[in-house]
DNA sequence: CACCACCCCTGGACGC
DNA sequence: TGCGTCCAGGGGTGGT
């Protein structure tokens, strides 16, 4: 459910609680959540994952470094810190990275695979209880983006129209399929793919081939503006989302399709149809996409 | 190569 | 109340 406006209003919420602070210590709790840094690109396949990551020490985590920098791209996020080493935190379905003050009291709750101390005494905790999520530790921010995010097309944010019509053409695959290819674009999850094709009009099933020009324009402008407002509204919460200070989301409130099947269309009041589309719950309007 | 089905995982909703 | 079943979904993997 995290996806890019959940990420990058994570990140907003960090910067000012994390930059110029450093850790001054670490506590993994559930050694399988973390990879790196000298495993394998992408990490381990689930069944591998189990292996315990070599190279794990509490610099590699960060310890003792200040940090510098609050990376996104797409949906991932990476602290990283003055000596260039990073760690990238993916959320997944249902991870939280969130920070806490020090005084408040501390007591791990259920899911909580990693806690960070920093040097002012507050904590930064991930947890993430569907483990889809994960944290993948790098020597240094180029690392990281050489060996993980490499794979990652233009983020939404900041995708052109060109960009988009490129990395559509030749494929035939349907159009909500490849939105969700984070080859393709990175940051779009089922939420925004679902409420940037039904503000651009367009039909969840048309061959990404067949999209034109002007209409991918149309859909870069709808998923830019869309993910911007939602970011603005501190991202969507449909269960686990919290930002760094644990605050819920209120984006969810507009959406005009996603989670509204079988209620009126906002725009022409026909009935929102639910389908399937690449393994994902699909919801649009007959009469306004096509 | 392009694409797709399947799987990982937990908790919440729902039916009986 | 309790138990079973289904569903949510990001993204890696392996099959077609």
Same mark, same amino acid.
């Given at each position: 459910?995290?996806?890019?406006?959940?990420?990058?209003?994570?990140?907003?919420?960090? *910067?000012? #609680?994390?930059?110029?602070? &450093?850790?001054?210590?670490?506590?993994?709790?559930?050694?399988?959540?973390?990879?790196?840094?000298?495993?394998?690109?992408?990490?381990?396949?689930?069944?591998?994952?189990?292996? /315990?990551?070599?190279?794990?020490?509490?610099?590699?985590?960060?310890?003792?470094?200040?940090? +510098?920098? =609050?990376?996104?791209?797409?949906?991932?996020?990476?602290?990283?810190?003055?000596d260039? +080493?990073?760690?990238?935190?993916?959320?997944?379905?249902?991870?939280?990275?969130?920070?806490?003050?020090?005084?408040?009291?501390y +007591?791990?709750?259920?899911?909580?695979?990693?806690?960070?101390?920093?040097?002012?005494?507050? /904590?930064?905790?991930?947890?993430?209880?569907?483990?889809?999520?994960?944290?993948?530790?790098?020597?240094?921010?180029?690392?990281?983006?050489? +060996?993980?995010?490499?794979?990652?097309?233009?983020?939404?944010?900041?995708i052109?129209? $060109?960009?988009?019509?490129?990395?559509?053409?030749?494929?035939?695959?349907?159009?909500?399929?490849?939105?969700?290819?984070?080859?393709?674009?990175?940051?779009?999850?089922?939420?925004?793919?679902?409420?940037?094709?039904?503000?651009?009009? =367009?039909s969840?099933? #048309? &061959?990404?081939a067949d999209? #034109?020009?002007?209409?991918?324009?149309? =859909?870069?402008?709808?998923?830019?503006?869309?993910?911007?407002?939602s970011?603005?509204s501190?991202g969507?919460?449909?269960?686990?989302? *919290?930002?760094?200070?644990?605050?819920?989301?209120?984006?969810q409130?507009?959406?005009?399709?996603?989670? #509204?099947?079988? $209620?009126?269309?906002?725009?022409?009041?026909?009935?929102?149809?639910?389908?399937?589309?690449?393994?994902r719950?699909?919801?649009?309007?007959?009469?306004?996409?096509?």
């Amino acid at each position: 459910m995290p996806e890019l406006p959940e990420v990058e209003h994570l990140r907003l919420t960090l *910067v000012p #609680r994390l930059l110029g602070r &450093s850790f001054s210590a670490a506590r993994v709790h559930r050694r399988d959540v973390i990879i790196g840094p000298q495993d394998p690109p992408g990490g381990f396949s689930r069944s591998r994952r189990r292996r /315990r990551p070599r190279g794990l020490s509490p610099g590699s985590l960060l310890v003792g470094a200040t940090i +510098r920098d =609050l990376h996104r791209t797409g949906k991932q996020l990476a602290i990283v810190a003055e000596d260039g +080493r990073a760690v990238c935190i993916h959320l997944g379905m249902s991870g939280q990275l969130r920070w806490r003050e020090s005084e408040s009291p501390y +007591r791990r709750a259920e899911h909580e695979h990693l806690t960070w101390r920093l040097d002012d005494g507050s /904590r930064l905790i991930f947890r993430d209880p569907r483990r889809f999520g994960g944290v993948w530790l790098f020597d240094s921010l180029a690392d990281l983006q050489a +060996r993980r995010w490499s794979g990652l097309g233009p983020d939404a944010m900041t995708i052109t129209a $060109d960009q988009l019509l490129a990395a559509l053409a030749g494929s035939h695959r349907p159009l909500k399929a490849a939105l969700l290819d984070q080859s393709v674009i990175a940051g779009v999850g089922n939420i925004y793919a679902d409420e940037a094709l039904f503000a651009a009009r =367009l039909s969840p099933l #048309r &061959s990404a081939a067949d999209v #034109r020009p002007a209409e991918a324009s149309v =859909l870069v402008r709808a998923i830019q503006t869309i993910m911007q407002a939602s970011i603005a509204s501190g991202g969507s919460t449909l269960r686990d989302y *919290v930002d760094g200070n644990g605050r819920l989301g209120t984006n969810q409130s507009r959406f005009a399709v996603y989670g #509204r099947a079988g $209620d009126r269309c906002f725009a022409c009041g026909r009935a929102l149809r639910a389908l399937q589309v690449a393994q994902r719950t699909t919801v649009m309007c007959s009469g306004c996409q096509d």
